[in-house]
């Protein structure tokens, strides 16, 4: 299958972490990603996690990814208010195409 | 700029007309993707290019038609025949398939029917 799942909402007050979540269930998933997409706007590719990895580090943000239970997190520490928007989580399920979930819509509150 | 441009942001059609949404992208990318998003749901592919002169359904392509006749351009039309066709329209690029390729994204198209 190629459904990815993501819980719809969470609110973060300003400075905290954020944990977003997300499911998939392509066993032979390669590469997994994150999306960053802000009102009215295209999505921006955040970051990406090959599936032999365990952990990816960028800056802020921290990917997550335990292949054994299909379960890939994305935390960004000290969260700004530039951080609201609608994250998507990706799963490669081939060449050309990619399998969203529904998108997490991060508030951050002051 | 190196980008992906949609237009027009936003369009209204009435029931039984075709309309065409423009995608444009001076990338140099060889794969073109169109995507609908609705409200609570993750991104559906309807088509996608992986060249000039070809191209294949997605998920949800019926109602939908494509061309893809330069490198740059892959319009999408959306015809009456789409039973639902009000949702937002997002276009991406990519160099190619597979690995980390990147897709790009235009800024989308919202279409609304009057």
């Known amino acids: 299958g190629e459904d990815v799942e993501q819980s719809l909402f969470l609110s973060v007050r300003e400075g905290d972490s954020s944990v977003i979540n997300c499911t998939y269930t392509?066993?032979?998933?390669?590469?997994l990603y994150w999306y960053k997409q802000e009102p009215g706007a295209g999505l921006q590719l955040l970051t990406y996690?090959?599936?032999?990895?365990d952990m990816k580090q960028d800056q802020r943000l921290t990917v997550l990814l335990n292949k054994k239970d299909k379960h890939l997190s994305l935390r960004i520490a000290d969260t700004q208010t530039g951080d609201s928007a609608i994250y998507f989580c990706?799963?490669?399920?081939?060449?050309?195409?990619?399998?969203f979930g529904a998108g997490t819509t991060v508030t951050v509150r002051a | 700029d190196g980008g992906i441009t949609q237009s027009p942001k936003y369009l209204f059609r009435k029931e039984g007309q075709n309309v065409t949404l423009s995608c444009e992208q001076n990338?140099?990318?060889?794969?073109m993707y169109w995507y609908r998003q609705d409200p609570g749901q993750g991104l559906r592919l309807i088509y996608y290019?992986?060249?000039?002169?070809?191209?294949q359904k997605g998920d949800i392509a019926e109602g939908y038609s494509v061309s893809r006749e330069k490198k740059e351009s892959f319009p999408l039309t959306v015809t009456s025949a789409q039973k639902n066709p009000t949702a937002f329209y997002l276009c991406?690029?990519?160099?190619?398939?597979?690995?980390?390729?990147?897709?790009?994204f235009g800024q989308g198209t919202r279409l609304t029917v009057v």
């Open positions: 991406a690029s990519s160099m190619g398939g597979g690995g980390a390729t990147e897709a790009f």
């Open positions: 996690i090959f599936s032999n990895m």
């Open positions: 392509d066993s032979s998933s390669t590469y």
């Open positions: 290019s992986q060249i000039v002169n070809d191209f």
């Open positions: 990706a799963d490669r399920v081939n060449d050309y195409k990619l399998s």
């Open positions: 990338l140099n990318h060889d794969a």
